[in-house]
């Protein structure tokens, strides 16, 4: 079964700029996550969709924001980019269906230099 | 919400020494804690993960033991190889959000 998918690998762009990035999920998972990952914030969590509609919330400025397609392949959109937006952009999905947390697959990122 | 501490931040072990990382969580509800090894370039991977109604879980050389009443659960790897050699994270969660720990940089010298 192939892995998550992100594209692009990598994305140069300057202050102001906007950015959409690409996830394509595990067959079969419906639910797709987005974490923001940099080196002195760690692993934060971004938001979750699940068929189509935002499940989960993280503490993230209106700027981010995403869409989940009937496919469940999902994009995530930044807007009005500022320096401090660099940073590796990782796509993880599941399942969805169980009540409990689910084992996430990551896929290996989106890594944005802002300048 | 869920705070996750992990400590140490960086680990250096002697090829066939064991390995332990230690992580606290906030959230009581929390019931699902993994744990993700991450190398250079590359997204986390998943080595093991554990739910609140077990107390410990082994995998071959990996291990993770889990306090609820403490709230705080452990990693462990025996016999450590140098292609252990990589950023380690745990992870606290319920529902459909899990949140990491800052990370713990496990370099194992020849």
């Known amino acids: 079964k192939a892995g998550v998918t992100q594209t692009p690998r990598y994305l140069i762009k300057t202050r102001g700029q906007q950015v959409t990035l690409s996830c394509s999920p595990i067959s079969g998972h419906r639910s797709v996550s987005w974490y923001q990952q940099t080196p002195g914030q760690g692993l934060q969590f971004l938001f979750e969709y699940f068929s189509e509609t935002q499940r989960n919330k993280g503490n993230f400025p209106g700027r981010f924001s995403g869409r989940q397609f009937s496919n469940s392949r999902s994009e995530m959109n930044v807007s009005t980019l500022e320096l401090g937006d660099s940073a590796l952009y990782l796509c993880?999905?599941?399942?969805?269906?169980?009540?409990?947390?689910?084992?996430?697959?990551f896929g290996p990122g989106t890594r944005l230099l802002v300048l | 919400g869920e705070n996750v501490e992990q400590h140490p931040s960086t680990l250096s072990v002697q090829e066939g020494d064991s390995a332990v990382i230690k992580c606290t969580y906030s959230?009581?509800?929390?019931?699902?804690f993994p744990w993700y090894k991450q190398e250079l370039g590359k997204g986390p991977q998943l080595i093991i993960d554990i739910r609140s109604n077990v107390g410990e879980k082994k995998d071959q050389r990996i291990a993770v033991t889990l306090n609820k009443t403490a709230k705080h659960f452990s990693l462990h790897i025996t016999e450590t190889q140098p292609e252990d050699s990589a950023v380690y994270f745990c992870a606290a969660g319920r529902d459909y959000k899990l949140s990491f720990g800052a990370g713990t940089t496990v370099t194992v010298r020849a």
């Open positions: 993880a999905s599941t399942p969805g269906l169980a009540g409990a947390a689910e084992t996430q697959y």
């Open positions: 959230d009581s509800a929390s019931n699902y």
